[in-house]
T-cell receptor
Framework: GESVGLHLPTLSVQEGDNSIINCAYS??????FIWYKQESGKGPQFIID?????DKRQGQRVTVLLNKTVKHLSLQIAATQPGDSAVYFC????????????FGKGTHLIIQP | ETGVTQTPRHLVMGMTNKKSLKCEQH?????MYWYKQSAKKPLELMFV???????ENNSVPSRFSPECPNSSHLFLHLHTLQPEDSALYLC???????????????FGDGTRLSIL
């Protein structure tokens, strides 16, 4: 079956530095990927998505990179701020027409002052 | 405010109780989802509804019974739950995928369920 996973359970960065959170997936048929941010006591919040016909997409202070060859995607956060502290999840679809997402375990981003 | 409202936010129940979780979305979406989030585990998809019709049941035990009376409301009826069912239950909504293009799902803040 499909799995989606993140490489590190915890990532600690200095405030103002750039953060890079990585994710690997196993299903080569997946054609849609999303990054979510989850703060304590809240549900996952949509950050940015990317379709498999793209290899890069930029948002406000965030960039998602997709490498289909090695089945890897990453989330880059520029100039990390204290409000970026949260757990970040990548998720991918099954590529087979089903609508549910498969999630990774999450990376806890900790911002050091 | 995410546009997806879940009630109650917290629920404690015994194994013999019957309770229901409610989800309402104000985003004009036509697909709704239930996910389970347990500690140390990834979010697990439970059910998918498109236009009020159930399109996925991810091998969920029958003690969880979903209901979708319309595109804006989703319920999860609970009966005879087990301690391992204690988790955060998340509801999400999206537009039904358009051709090959999937659409982002937007989540509520969940119901924290504790089974005694």
């Amino acid at each position: 079956g499909e799995s989606v996973g993140l490489h590190l359970p915890t990532l600690s960065v200095q405030e103002g530095d750039n953060s890079i959170i990585n994710c690997a997936y196993s299903n080569s048929a997946s054609d849609y990927f999303i990054w979510y941010k989850q703060e304590s006591g809240k549900g996952p919040q949509f950050i940015i998505d990317i379709r498999s016909n793209m290899d890069k997409r930029q948002g406000q202070r965030v960039t998602v990179l997709l490498n289909k060859t090695v089945k890897h995607l990453s989330l880059q956060i520029a100039a990390t701020q204290p409000g970026d502290s949260a757990v970040y999840f990548c998720a991918g679809d099954s590529g087979g027409g089903a609508d549910g997402l498969t999630f990774g375990k999450g990376t806890h981003l900790i911002i050091q002052p | 405010e995410t546009g997806v409202t879940q009630t109650p936010r917290h629920l404690v129940m015994g194994m013999t109780n019957k309770k229901s979780l409610k989800c309402e979305q104000h985003l004009g979406h036509n697909a709704m989802y239930w996910y389970k989030q347990s500690a140390k585990k990834p979010l697990e998809l439970m059910f998918v509804y498109n236009f009020k019709e159930q399109t996925e049941n991810n091998s969920v035990p029958s003690r969880f019974s979903p209901e979708c009376p319309n595109s804006s409301h989703l319920f999860l009826h609970l009966h005879t739950l087990q301690p391992e069912d204690s988790a955060l239950y998340l509801c999400a909504s999206s537009q039904v995928r358009s051709g090959p293009n999937n659409q982002p799902q937007h989540f509520g803040d969940g119901t924290r369920l504790s089974i005694l």
